[in-house]
Structures are given as structure tokens and as C-alpha cells.
């Protein structure tokens, strides 16, 4: 079965395009000149990805981004932003409310159809580990796809559980920044490599946020490794 992609998009061009390279790549893909138009369609029939632009008329692309988030329903939907805002105060900005991807335009399609397989791939079923995983002061509970810090729950995207998962699996040990991109990116991620260290730096501040001491840090040139006292 396809997977089925909505894109929020006012500029009726750029729509055009996204509609010919999705159908072209077998995606099942629907267009929407606004945030409320993608909510009412969402209401009927859920979605495997959204790509939001940020600029929209009515409801900005973030907003529409914290609305997906903030409800049980919607929030494990990866989401891709698409937009002209391409610094690094932007891309932040969106990746910290949740998003699991940025792109600043102009892009090729290519590029695009790439980001969107390895989102999906990255948010597919995988198996559920047979017990939670701890390593000091932080549980990672496979099952119910949880993070608790002592006890609490913290709130992270897919991206930054995954990363986490990933190098609390490899406790101790340094993690390559070509191995993070590759299992939690997917292997034919080929954007921005400062996407991985925005993601470790809302990891660091939620983790300490949430009352953790320290975990992760920078092996320069190399990598991240978590590790506690």
C-alpha cells in the first residue's frame, strides 16, 4: 500500500511540484494551501508524513506543528518542515517543537523523496525490547516508547529517542557521527550533518531539564558517547 504524505503549501506552483515527484516516487500524496485544510483532511483519514511549510496564511506552519505534538493522535506523525527560513535559528527552532527533518528551500525533489523514506523508515514497526533499558539515572521503556528520568517522564521527538536509544545502547563507547546519521538519519541521508548536533543539544537540555546530571558528550571529530559516573 502506499504511504500516504500531506504537504501544506501555499504557493500553487510548488504545490504542483511536490505532486508530480511524490506520485512520480509512489507515494500517495495530497496538497494543501493551509494549516486548517491539512487538520480538516487529518480528521478524516491519518497520514504517514506531513511536510509543513513555516510561512503559511492562518495558522504558521509551527503552530501547526505544536498542534500535531500536543495531541496523542497526531504526535507520532513525522513530520518534515519545508521552508524558506533556512538558518540555524529557524531550523532550531523547528526541530526543538518536534520536527523530525528541516529543509530550506530550494531544494531538489530528490533530496526531498530521500528525507521522506528515511523518516518512514526510521518510524516504522520495530521490535520492542524484552526489557526496559537503564543506564543510571535514565529508563528507556521500548514498549510504551518512553523516556524517565528518575521515574519522571520526559518528553523527546523520534529523532532525539532514537539517538538516544542508540548511544545508551553503546553506553561507554564513542558513536560516529557517520554510524548516528546512518541508523537514526537512515543511509541515504545526505543533508546538513548540523541537524545531528542541533538534535544532541535539545536531547542535553531536556535531559537536564528533567533533572539529569551530564551524559552525553562531544568526542571531537569523532562522535558523542553516554556515559555516567
Known sequence: MKKRIYVVEDDPSIRGLYEMALDEAQFDVSCFA???????AL??????????????????????????KSQSETADIPVII??????????????EIGADDYLAKPFGMK????????????????AASAAPLSVGEITINDKEH???????PVQLTLKEYNLL?????????????????????GYDY???TRTLDMHVKSLRRKLADSGAVKCISTVRGVGYKFSVE
Open 34 to 40: 493551509s494549516a486548517e485544510e491539512f487538520f480538516d
Open 43 to 68: 480528521s478524516e483519514h491519518e497520514c504517514d508524513l506531513a511536510i509543513l511549510d513555516v510561512m503559511l496564511p492562518g495558522m504558521s506552519g509551527l503552530d501547526a506543528l505544536r498542534r500535531l
Open 82 to 95: 519545508a521552508s524558506a527560513k533556512g538558518d540555524e535559528q529557524a531550523k532550531v527552532d523547528g526541530l
Open 111 to 126: 533530496e526531498l523523496v530521500a528525507r521522506i523514506r528515511a523518516n518512514l523508515r526510521k518510524h516504522g514497526p520495530a
Open 146 to 152: 518512553e523516556v524517565y528520568v528518575n521515574g519522571e
Open 165 to 185: 536509544h542508540l548511544l545508551m545502547e553503546n553506553a561507554d563507547k564513542v558513536v560516529t557521527r557517520e554510524e548516528l546519521l546512518s541508523k537514526v538519519w
Open 190 to 192: 545526505f543533508g546538513e
